[in-house]
């Protein structure tokens, strides 16, 4: 049997500041005292009808994971399946035409791609991107005490299938694409601009997106040996979301995503049944989740506002109590109320 890769099993290279051994969101690379290389590499299977808006959403989905990291997209490469005997051509011409716009829009430079034959269309991008080695936002920097601040509202999973049912109205659908669509570049400029490090105002930030809000709040609870305490309450849904929980309409990454992580969660017993299925929505193009401290969390929100986006108070990070002896009600490493 082979072994499973992990970090442990390859070379140890010092200039590897950033690997997958704490699922972060992308790869960092030091190449001088104050430049790295950040590499992400992401691709899926359409979640909306349209090509163009297909093309925009997995552009969007591969630029967050640099905007997470802090970093500034350089470069991107297509990557590509299509099924031309099934399909016109001209819908890939669409979905590289979509793509081609984000990229643009986030200042980056399409350098290239790579296309393939398959029997379902397929899109994504490889990005690469350029952050300064003391000045990278990784998931494993959040304090006790810090604020959670989430950019984009939930629900894009249960929209997705909502509208491959054909249940779904055209409000929620555009509701959903603006969404998918909006690229994370002002709510990464706003943690550039106020600072990021251990000594800075944002310890920690990652972007949600196939895990869930939970699934990746959990990535950066392990990785900063923190819990983290989320209300609800205070959880922004895209347009009708509530009602398809309610109703079934949750994708199959739902339970998976509840099954990987439910022993690190707990769930409040008062908070009804419907509300694990927008916790662990599979997200797309989801918002950053940023870990800031909390005398810096009013300025974070201006910096928001100032360029365009939105920023929503979910949580806090508070101190680590995994003792199983431990009577307190953080005794998990996330606290849904």
């Known amino acids: 049997m082979l072994a499973p890769l992990t970090q442990s099993t390859l070379t140890r290279d010092p200039n590897l500041l950033v690997g997958f051994d704490l699922a972060?969101?992308?790869?960092?690379?030091?190449?001088?005292?104050?430049?790295?290389?950040?590499q992400t590499v992401d691709v899926f299977t359409p979640v909306v009808d349209?090509?163009?808006?297909?093309?925009?959403?997995?552009?969007?989905?591969?630029?967050?994971?640099?905007?997470?990291?802090?970093?500034?997209?350089?470069?991107?490469?297509?990557i590509a399946a299509f099924p031309r005997q099934t399909l016109p051509f001209e819908i890939l011409g669409e979905i590289l035409r979509g793509g081609l716009d984000k990229v643009r829009e986030a200042g980056a430079t399409l350098v290239g791609g790579h296309t393939v034959e398959n029997a379902e269309p397929l899109y994504g991008l490889a990005i690469t991107g350029l952050?300064?080695?003391?000045?990278?936002?990784?998931?494993?920097?959040?304090?006790?005490?810090?604020?959670?601040?989430?950019?984009?509202?939930?629900?894009?999973?249960?929209?997705?299938?909502?509208?491959?049912?054909?249940?779904?109205?055209?409000?929620v659908a555009d509701a959903a694409i603006v969404s998918m669509s909006t690229l994370n570049r002002a709510a990464a400029d706003a943690i550039i601009?106020?600072?990021?490090?251990?000594?800075?105002?944002?310890?920690?930030?990652?972007?949600?997106?196939?895990?869930?809000?939970?699934?990746?709040a959990l990535e950066m609870a392990r990785g900063s040996d923190v819990c983290i305490e989320i209300?609800?309450?205070?959880?922004?849904?895209?347009?009708?979301?509530?009602?398809?929980?309610?109703?079934?309409?949750?994708?199959g990454g739902t339970g998976r995503n509840a099954q990987n992580g439910n022993a690190e969660v707990q769930l409040q017993s008062t908070l009804e049944a419907y509300w694990t299925d927008i916790v662990?929505?599979?997200?797309?193009?989801?918002?950053?989740?940023?870990?800031?401290?909390?005398e810096h969390a009013d300025a974070l929100h201006r910096e928001l506002q100032a360029r365009g986006a939105q920023g929503w108070t979910i949580g806090h990070v508070?101190?680590?109590?995994?003792?199983?002896?431990?009577?307190?009600?953080?005794?998990?490493?996330?606290?849904?109320?």
């Open 131 to 171: 952050v300064h080695p003391a000045r990278i936002a990784t998931n494993a920097g959040a304090r006790p005490g810090d604020v959670l601040v989430l950019t984009k509202a939930l629900g894009t999973g249960l929209i997705s299938t909502a509208i491959k049912r054909e249940a779904c109205s055209p409000e």
């Open 318 to 337: 508070r101190q680590s109590t995994l003792d199983t002896s431990a009577q307190s009600t953080l005794a998990a490493r996330i606290v849904v109320n």
């Open 280 to 294: 662990w929505d599979p997200q797309t193009s989801g918002g950053l989740l940023i870990a800031i401290a909390p």
């Open 50 to 78: 349209d090509a163009y808006s297909f093309g925009q959403i997995a552009a969007a989905n591969a630029l967050s994971d640099i905007y997470a990291m802090g970093a500034r997209p350089l470069t991107a490469l297509n």
């Open 193 to 216: 601009a106020l600072g990021i490090g251990a000594d800075q105002a944002v310890h920690a930030c990652t972007d949600i997106t196939g895990f869930g809000l939970l699934g990746h």
């Open 24 to 38: 972060d969101d992308a790869g960092v690379y030091r190449l001088s005292d104050d430049t790295a290389l950040v």
């Open 231 to 251: 209300d609800s309450s205070q959880l922004p849904l895209l347009p009708h979301v509530q009602h398809l929980a309610q109703n079934g309409f949750a994708p």
